[in-house]
């Protein structure tokens, strides 16, 4: 009991500093303050998951600091690939992507993070850990028991109610995708019967000018009618006006049927709480494979009122 307390410790301390370090990398980036990291509380778990493997597989290569760059390198880069691939499995969507990366894999793993976490796991192996396993070896008994246990389930909690938020969100996704097809619906609608109407119109008064053309143009000079090509200006002058009165009488309600679930994808996407928030800006490169659409909407909407359109 006394290992898998320690053992759980030790998991929770690096996630823990794991989450420190990629939301100040994230914010900095951002120029804004990020809470980065798949549950709420200021964990990531692939850090903890990581740093394990790093600690306990790796132990044979910490004195030889070339080796152990190399192991952690490639521990740390399976285990992101692993994570990333679960992650899309499970929830359909894709929660980070380097493919705008050079030497990546599918967008879940590149060379610089590579890198970057193989230093991270020599620093941790030297450096780190004699410390964090020192304040974890001094809490015995009682103390260690309650310390874990309580974090424990503060941790279970959070992955629960995250897990939660996820299977709700793709809920919420489903619903705006619908809204944002109707609007789809209704503007390809409107720009349909707007073309037929107006080709509809054209057909007719060519026909009406072409069955009078010929006897027109043989007397149009005694007459002193139009040419054929003032006839062709005149005509697309009375599309151009045919095409306004109808806008005038039809774009209107159109107009107010589209602005109407615009209104409301807006104002779902305000009525979202911190959970759904928080997720959609921890991990800003997320795409779901499902419902892309309706993704991006949403991101709009929430930029538009974070700039100051008003919440409702």
């Known amino acids: 009991m006394d290992s898998l307390c320690s053992l759980f410790l030790t998991f929770?301390?690096?996630?823990?500093?794991?989450?420190?370090?990629?939301?100040?990398?994230?914010?900095?980036?951002?120029?804004?303050?990020?809470?980065?990291?798949?549950?709420?509380?200021?964990?990531?778990?692939?850090?903890?998951?990581?740093?394990?493997?790093?600690?306990?597989?790796?132990?044979?290569?910490?004195?030889?600091?070339?080796?152990?760059?190399?192991?952690?390198?490639?521990?740390?880069?399976?285990?992101?690939?692993?994570?990333?691939?679960?992650?899309?499995?499970?929830?359909?969507?894709?929660?980070?992507?380097?493919?705008?990366?050079?030497?990546?894999?599918?967008?879940?793993?590149?060379?610089?993070?590579?890198?970057?976490?193989?230093?991270?796991?020599?620093?941790?192996?030297?450096?780190?850990?004699?410390?964090?396993?020192?304040?974890?070896?001094?809490?015995?008994?009682?103390?260690?028991?309650?310390?874990?246990?309580?974090?424990?389930?503060?941790?279970?909690?959070?992955?629960?109610?995250?897990?939660?938020?996820?299977?709700?969100?793709?809920?919420?996704?489903?619903?705006?995708?619908?809204l944002a097809a109707q609007l789809r619906q209704r503007s390809e609608a409107y720009q349909q019967a707007l073309e037929l109407n107006l080709n509809l119109r054209r057909s007719e008064l060519e026909e009406m000018l072409e069955s009078r053309l010929q006897e027109l143009h043989r007397r149009r000079e005694a007459l002193g009618l139009p040419s054929r090509e003032e006839l062709s200006e005149k005509l697309e002058e009375s599309l151009g006006e045919l095409r306004r009165r109808w806008e005038e009488r039809e774009l209107p309600s159109a107009r107010d049927a589209k602005d109407h679930l615009s209104q409301e994808m807006d104002d779902r996407a305000a009525s979202l709480r911190f959970p759904y928030r928080r997720l959609l800006e921890a991990f800003p490169t997320l795409k779901s494979h499902r419902y892309q659409g309706a993704l991006d909407r949403l991101r709009e909407s929430l930029d538009r009122l974070g700039k100051g359109g008003k919440e409702r």
């Open 12 to 178: 929770l301390a690096y996630s823990c500093l794991g989450w420190a370090f990629e939301s100040l990398c994230c914010s900095v980036i951002a120029r804004r303050p990020i809470n980065r990291g798949f549950l709420t509380g200021p964990v990531c778990p692939i850090y903890g998951v990581g740093a394990l493997l790093v600690i306990y597989l790796l132990s044979p290569f910490a004195g030889s600091l070339p080796l152990l760059f190399v192991a952690a390198v490639l521990v740390t880069s399976v285990l992101e690939y692993v994570t990333g691939w679960a992650l899309e499995t499970l929830f359909h969507a894709k929660w980070w992507d380097y493919s705008d990366h050079r030497f990546n894999i599918h967008g879940r793993v590149c060379l610089q993070n590579a890198l970057v976490f193989g230093v991270l796991g020599v620093v941790v192996v030297r450096i780190i850990h004699p410390v964090v396993e020192g304040w974890i070896l001094s809490l015995r008994g009682t103390a260690l028991y309650l310390v874990s246990g309580g974090l424990f389930l503060v941790f279970a909690a959070d992955l629960a109610t995250t897990l939660i938020t996820l299977i709700r969100l793709q809920g919420k996704l489903a619903q705006l995708q619908q």
